[in-house]
């Protein structure tokens, strides 16, 4: 499916991935929940998994490889997307549950493991890759009131209590870039205590767009492994080769009733604040057209209310994106909102990735936005096979 997008500058392997491929992959590949390569597996965890997009990745790296993937432990503290991550993602039965990580891991514990722990690291056996993706409201710029000291931030830490329970090869763990920042230190404490097992740490600022997706958004990852080598090589780009635009993501989309296909109901001042950006070929609503809580009083907000281009690449992706109000999220040529399957593609989910099992809209919008890309997960573990694994995995003899 796709060709060996790695791209190799000064000895180092690019965090990249042509849009072209990218494009491929949304419109055109299975997930496959059998074995299709034999006994050959990588056993996976992924923590505050979401709808499974790390895993989503991990599953397509692992194929592209010759492999198998199947998630030996997954756990979100959200029923909805624990549902859509169970109907898209391989797993072994009872790996995948709905509970709080600070149920199941004792991270206060200054001791040895306890019972839970002890019962859950059997069941789980050896471990391939950890990834995880703990909540970043509490880090992020958009968070204006507990932003930096927020009791969320925490659990990012609940990443070294797993760590040192299941002893994984490879581990991923997407954030904000602003998470460096917190009052906890939670990445600094999170990164020192990986180097005192042994681990070799490495720590990049992704941009989506360098992953082949239309969106113009950064990601802080900590990748750790116990190969110096790969983590010294693992670098973000300097001169973008490209820049994936929503033209070549989402123009050929057919509507249909489902829930997918829903876009955000305008009402009535919205509507004549959509048709006033189309009559007048604008992308940025002018500040005489904003409610009054935006125009009489300064205000950083300009995407708000504002359109989309074909031309470019999206803003950040909230789940606030059914209305024009929380950003730029009308459609570049219908006057509606963007709805749930365009703004899957726009973060990178194959059109194969189901999303029938939720009933609620606002549901559904919440987990895409949140989500991580799978491309992410895709390009480090595809890196990781190449060049560390040489197809010895969980349960083989490793060289």
Not at 261 to 268: C, I, V
């Amino acid at each position: 499916m796709f060709r060996n997008t790695l791209k190799t500058h000064n000895m180092q392997h690019e965090i990249f991935l042509n849009k072209s491929d990218v494009i491929n992959w949304i419109q055109n590949s299975e997930i496959h929940h059998h074995a299709e390569f034999g006994g050959k597996t990588i056993r996976f965890v992924d923590l505050f998994s979401g709808c499974g997009g790390l895993s989503c990745g991990i599953h397509f790296a692992a194929k592209q490889g010759g492999m198998n993937a199947i998630c030996a432990f997954a756990i979100d503290s959200k029923l909805a997307p624990i549902e859509v991550y169970k109907d898209n993602i391989p797993y072994e039965d009872e790996a995948v549950i709905n509970a709080n990580i600070l149920d199941v891991m004792d991270i206060k514990s200054r001791g040895g493991f306890t019972d839970k722990e002890l019962a859950l690291k059997k069941q789980v056996g050896k471990v391939d890759v950890l990834v995880a993706g703990p909540p970043c409201q509490g880090h992020s710029n958009l968070n204006n009131s507990t932003r930096r000291n927020d009791p969320r931030n925490g659990l990012y830490l609940s990443c070294i209590r797993a760590v040192e329970l299941f002893e994984p090869h490879l581990i991923i763990i997407e954030n904000v870039p602003t998470v460096i920042h917190s009052t906890e230190g939670v990445v600094q404490t999170t990164e020192q205590k990986f180097k005192d097992s042994g681990y070799y740490v490495n720590e990049l600022t992704v941009n989506f767009l360098d992953l082949g997706i239309p969106q113009s958004r950064k990601r802080h990852v900590l990748i750790a492994s116990k190969n110096e080598g790969f983590c010294k090589s693992l670098a973000t780009l300097n001169n973008r080769r490209q820049t994936p635009t929503l033209r070549e993501f989402i123009s050929n989309m057919d509507l249909d009733e489902e829930l997918m296909f829903k876009a955000g109901k305008l009402s009535l001042e919205n509507t004549q604040r959509v048709d006033f950006l189309f009559d007048n070929e604008l992308y940025d609503l002018p500040n005489e057209h904003r409610p009054p809580c935006h125009r009489d009083k300064q205000h950083s907000y300009n995407s708000s209310y504002g359109r989309l281009n074909y031309d470019k690449p999206a803003q950040t992706l909230t789940s606030g994106y059914g209305s024009m109000g929380q950003g730029r999220y009308i459609h570049p040529e219908k006057r509606r909102t963007i709805n749930s399957r365009e703004a899957s593609r726009i973060q990178g989910f194959p059109d194969c990735f189901s999303f029938s099992k939720v009933s609620k809209l606002t549901e559904l919008r919440q987990m895409i936005a949140n989500a991580v890309p799978p491309q992410l997960s895709y390009v480090i573990l595809k890196h990781y096979i190449n060049s560390v694994m040489k197809y010895q995995v969980a349960g083989e003899e490793r060289g």
